[in-house]
């Protein structure tokens, strides 16, 4: 997978909604696993959700349950993560990833975006 790249990052306020997006570049974009990570200050780089090539299968952190949900677009290369309820510990660096497998572990992602902030107030 070539290039990711993160976007719609932002503050808001606890309660509060934001949209992610990841746009890939490259041909084989519906080939790939595609993952949202995040990383606290402080902390190590964390699971949040994980969409299969297809769409079909997603899995998510429980801290993401109910709250979070992650879609791709194939036709645009792109994957979203659709975040409301947000609470001040979702405070964060999200990162966009994308694998061969449907994994929890940052480990198992191949490729990598440079993040977006996002920043809850409580």
């Known amino acids: 997978q070539g290039q990711l790249v993160e976007s719609g990052g932002g503050l808001v306020q606890a309660g509060g909604s934001l949209r992610l997006s990841c746009a890939a570049s490259?041909?084989?974009?519906?080939?790939?696993?595609m993952g949202w990570f995040r990383q606290a200050p402080g902390k190590e780089r964390e699971f949040v959700a994980v969409i299969s090539s297809s769409g079909a299968r997603t899995v998510y952190a429980d801290s993401a349950k109910g709250r979070f949900t992650i879609s791709r677009d194939n036709a645009k290369n792109t994957v979203y993560l659709q975040m409301n309820s947000l609470k001040p510990e979702d405070t964060a660096v999200y990162y966009c990833?994308?694998?061969?497998?449907?994994?929890?572990?940052?480990?198992?992602?191949?490729?990598w975006g440079k993040g977006t902030l996002v920043t809850v107030s409580s």
């Open positions: 990833a994308a694998g061969r497998v449907v994994t929890m572990t940052p480990g198992g992602m191949n490729s």
């Open positions: 490259g041909r084989t974009f519906s080939s790939y696993v």
